[in-house]
């Protein structure tokens, strides 16, 4: 496994594997790596010969800082992990590495998907990921990248942000990995205790119940029965839970038959954050 801090290198390095007609595929991760990362890579390793595992912690997605300060950083293990699954090349950078001197995100209209759900609640975050994630594929150069529905605005968003700046880049995404009792896999999950980590399966199987109600019932009396079901928890505090159109990401007023809709969540177990989501036509 080869391990690059410096973009130069890397390059270098690819450059040749290019030469010789090999594909390349790319994960993005910030480290703390769960099943749900290497289900990526695996997965990448299916179709491509050399698969690239970045590891940065992006610090201009971040709209909180006690958010970026409290991110896990586990290298050594993350390192482990990634031999323990054959990953070919991994890039940790630092931050002056990927910025400069200048730590700031570039501004990207994404035609209104960075306004709904995410984007109201993080101001600036998606400038922050479209920032990191053009930079990454500008420097590695994949041939598809993979990412996890778990974040399904987020790759929306980067989907929006290859056809903007025009990157042959495929991007694919990728089922959510989740724990045996249904937890969206998080690398936040490590830092919640035991009741909360107890109490945050409640959130899959509101989402199931959701989907069984929305086939009967409009989407503004499913939200409203996920508001007060979220109203009865005590540790767990809903932020928003919308079901929005899968292209546009807008909000729903009808049930369309030919149209894809997603259910969408974000709740918080003290200060930590997780979201989920789920298709509701399949």
């Given amino acids: 496994m080869n391990i690059f801090t410096e973009k130069q290198p890397l390059k270098v390095h690819l450059s040749k594997l290019k030469a010789q007609h090999k ?42 800082k006690e958010d970026l300060i409290n991110y896990p950083k586990t290298l050594e293990n993350d390192t482990k992990l990634l031999k323990s699954v054959a990953c070919d090349v991994v890039f940790h950078p630092s931050v002056e590495e990927m ?92 830092r919640l205790t035991l009741a909360q980590r107890k109490a945050a399966p409640f959130i899959y199987k509101t989402l199931k119940k959701a989907k069984k109600k929305f086939k009967k019932e409009s989407s503004t009396k499913v939200k409203a029965w996920v508001e007060n079901q979220f109203k ?31 259910a969408f969540i974000a709740v918080f177990a003290g200060e930590i954050r997780l979201i989920d989501n789920m298709p509701l036509k399949n």
């Avoid at 778990?150 to 968003?157: A, G, R, S, V």
């Avoid at 767990?236 to 292209?247: M, P, R, S, V």
């Fill in 232 to 262: 009865k928890q005590e540790i767990l505090n809903l932020e928003y839970f919308t079901i929005a159109d899968e292209k546009t990401l807008k909000p729903i007023k009808d049930n369309e038959p030919d149209k894809k809709y997603r």
């Fill in 99 to 190: 910025y400069g001197e200048n730590t700031i995100s570039e501004h990207f209209d994404f035609g209104g998907l960075e306004h709904e759900m995410e984007g109201e609640f993080r101001t600036g975050h998606f400038d922050g990921v479209g920032t990191i994630v053009k930079t990454l594929f500008e420097i590695i150069e994949p041939d598809t990248a993979y990412f996890g529905q778990k974040d399904f605005q987020q790759l929306q968003i980067i989907k929006k942000m290859v056809k903007i700046c025009k990157l042959p880049v495929k991007v694919k995404g990728c089922k959510i990995f989740r724990e045996e009792d249904g937890l969206a896999m998080s690398s936040r999950n490590t």
């Fill in 23 to 64: 594909k390349i595929g790319f994960v993005a991760t910030m480290g703390a790596l769960h099943q749900g990362h290497l289900s990526l890579i695996q997965r990448a390793q299916q179709k491509n010969d050399v698969v690239v595992v970045s590891i940065f912690v992006n610090p201009t997605q971040f709209d909180k």
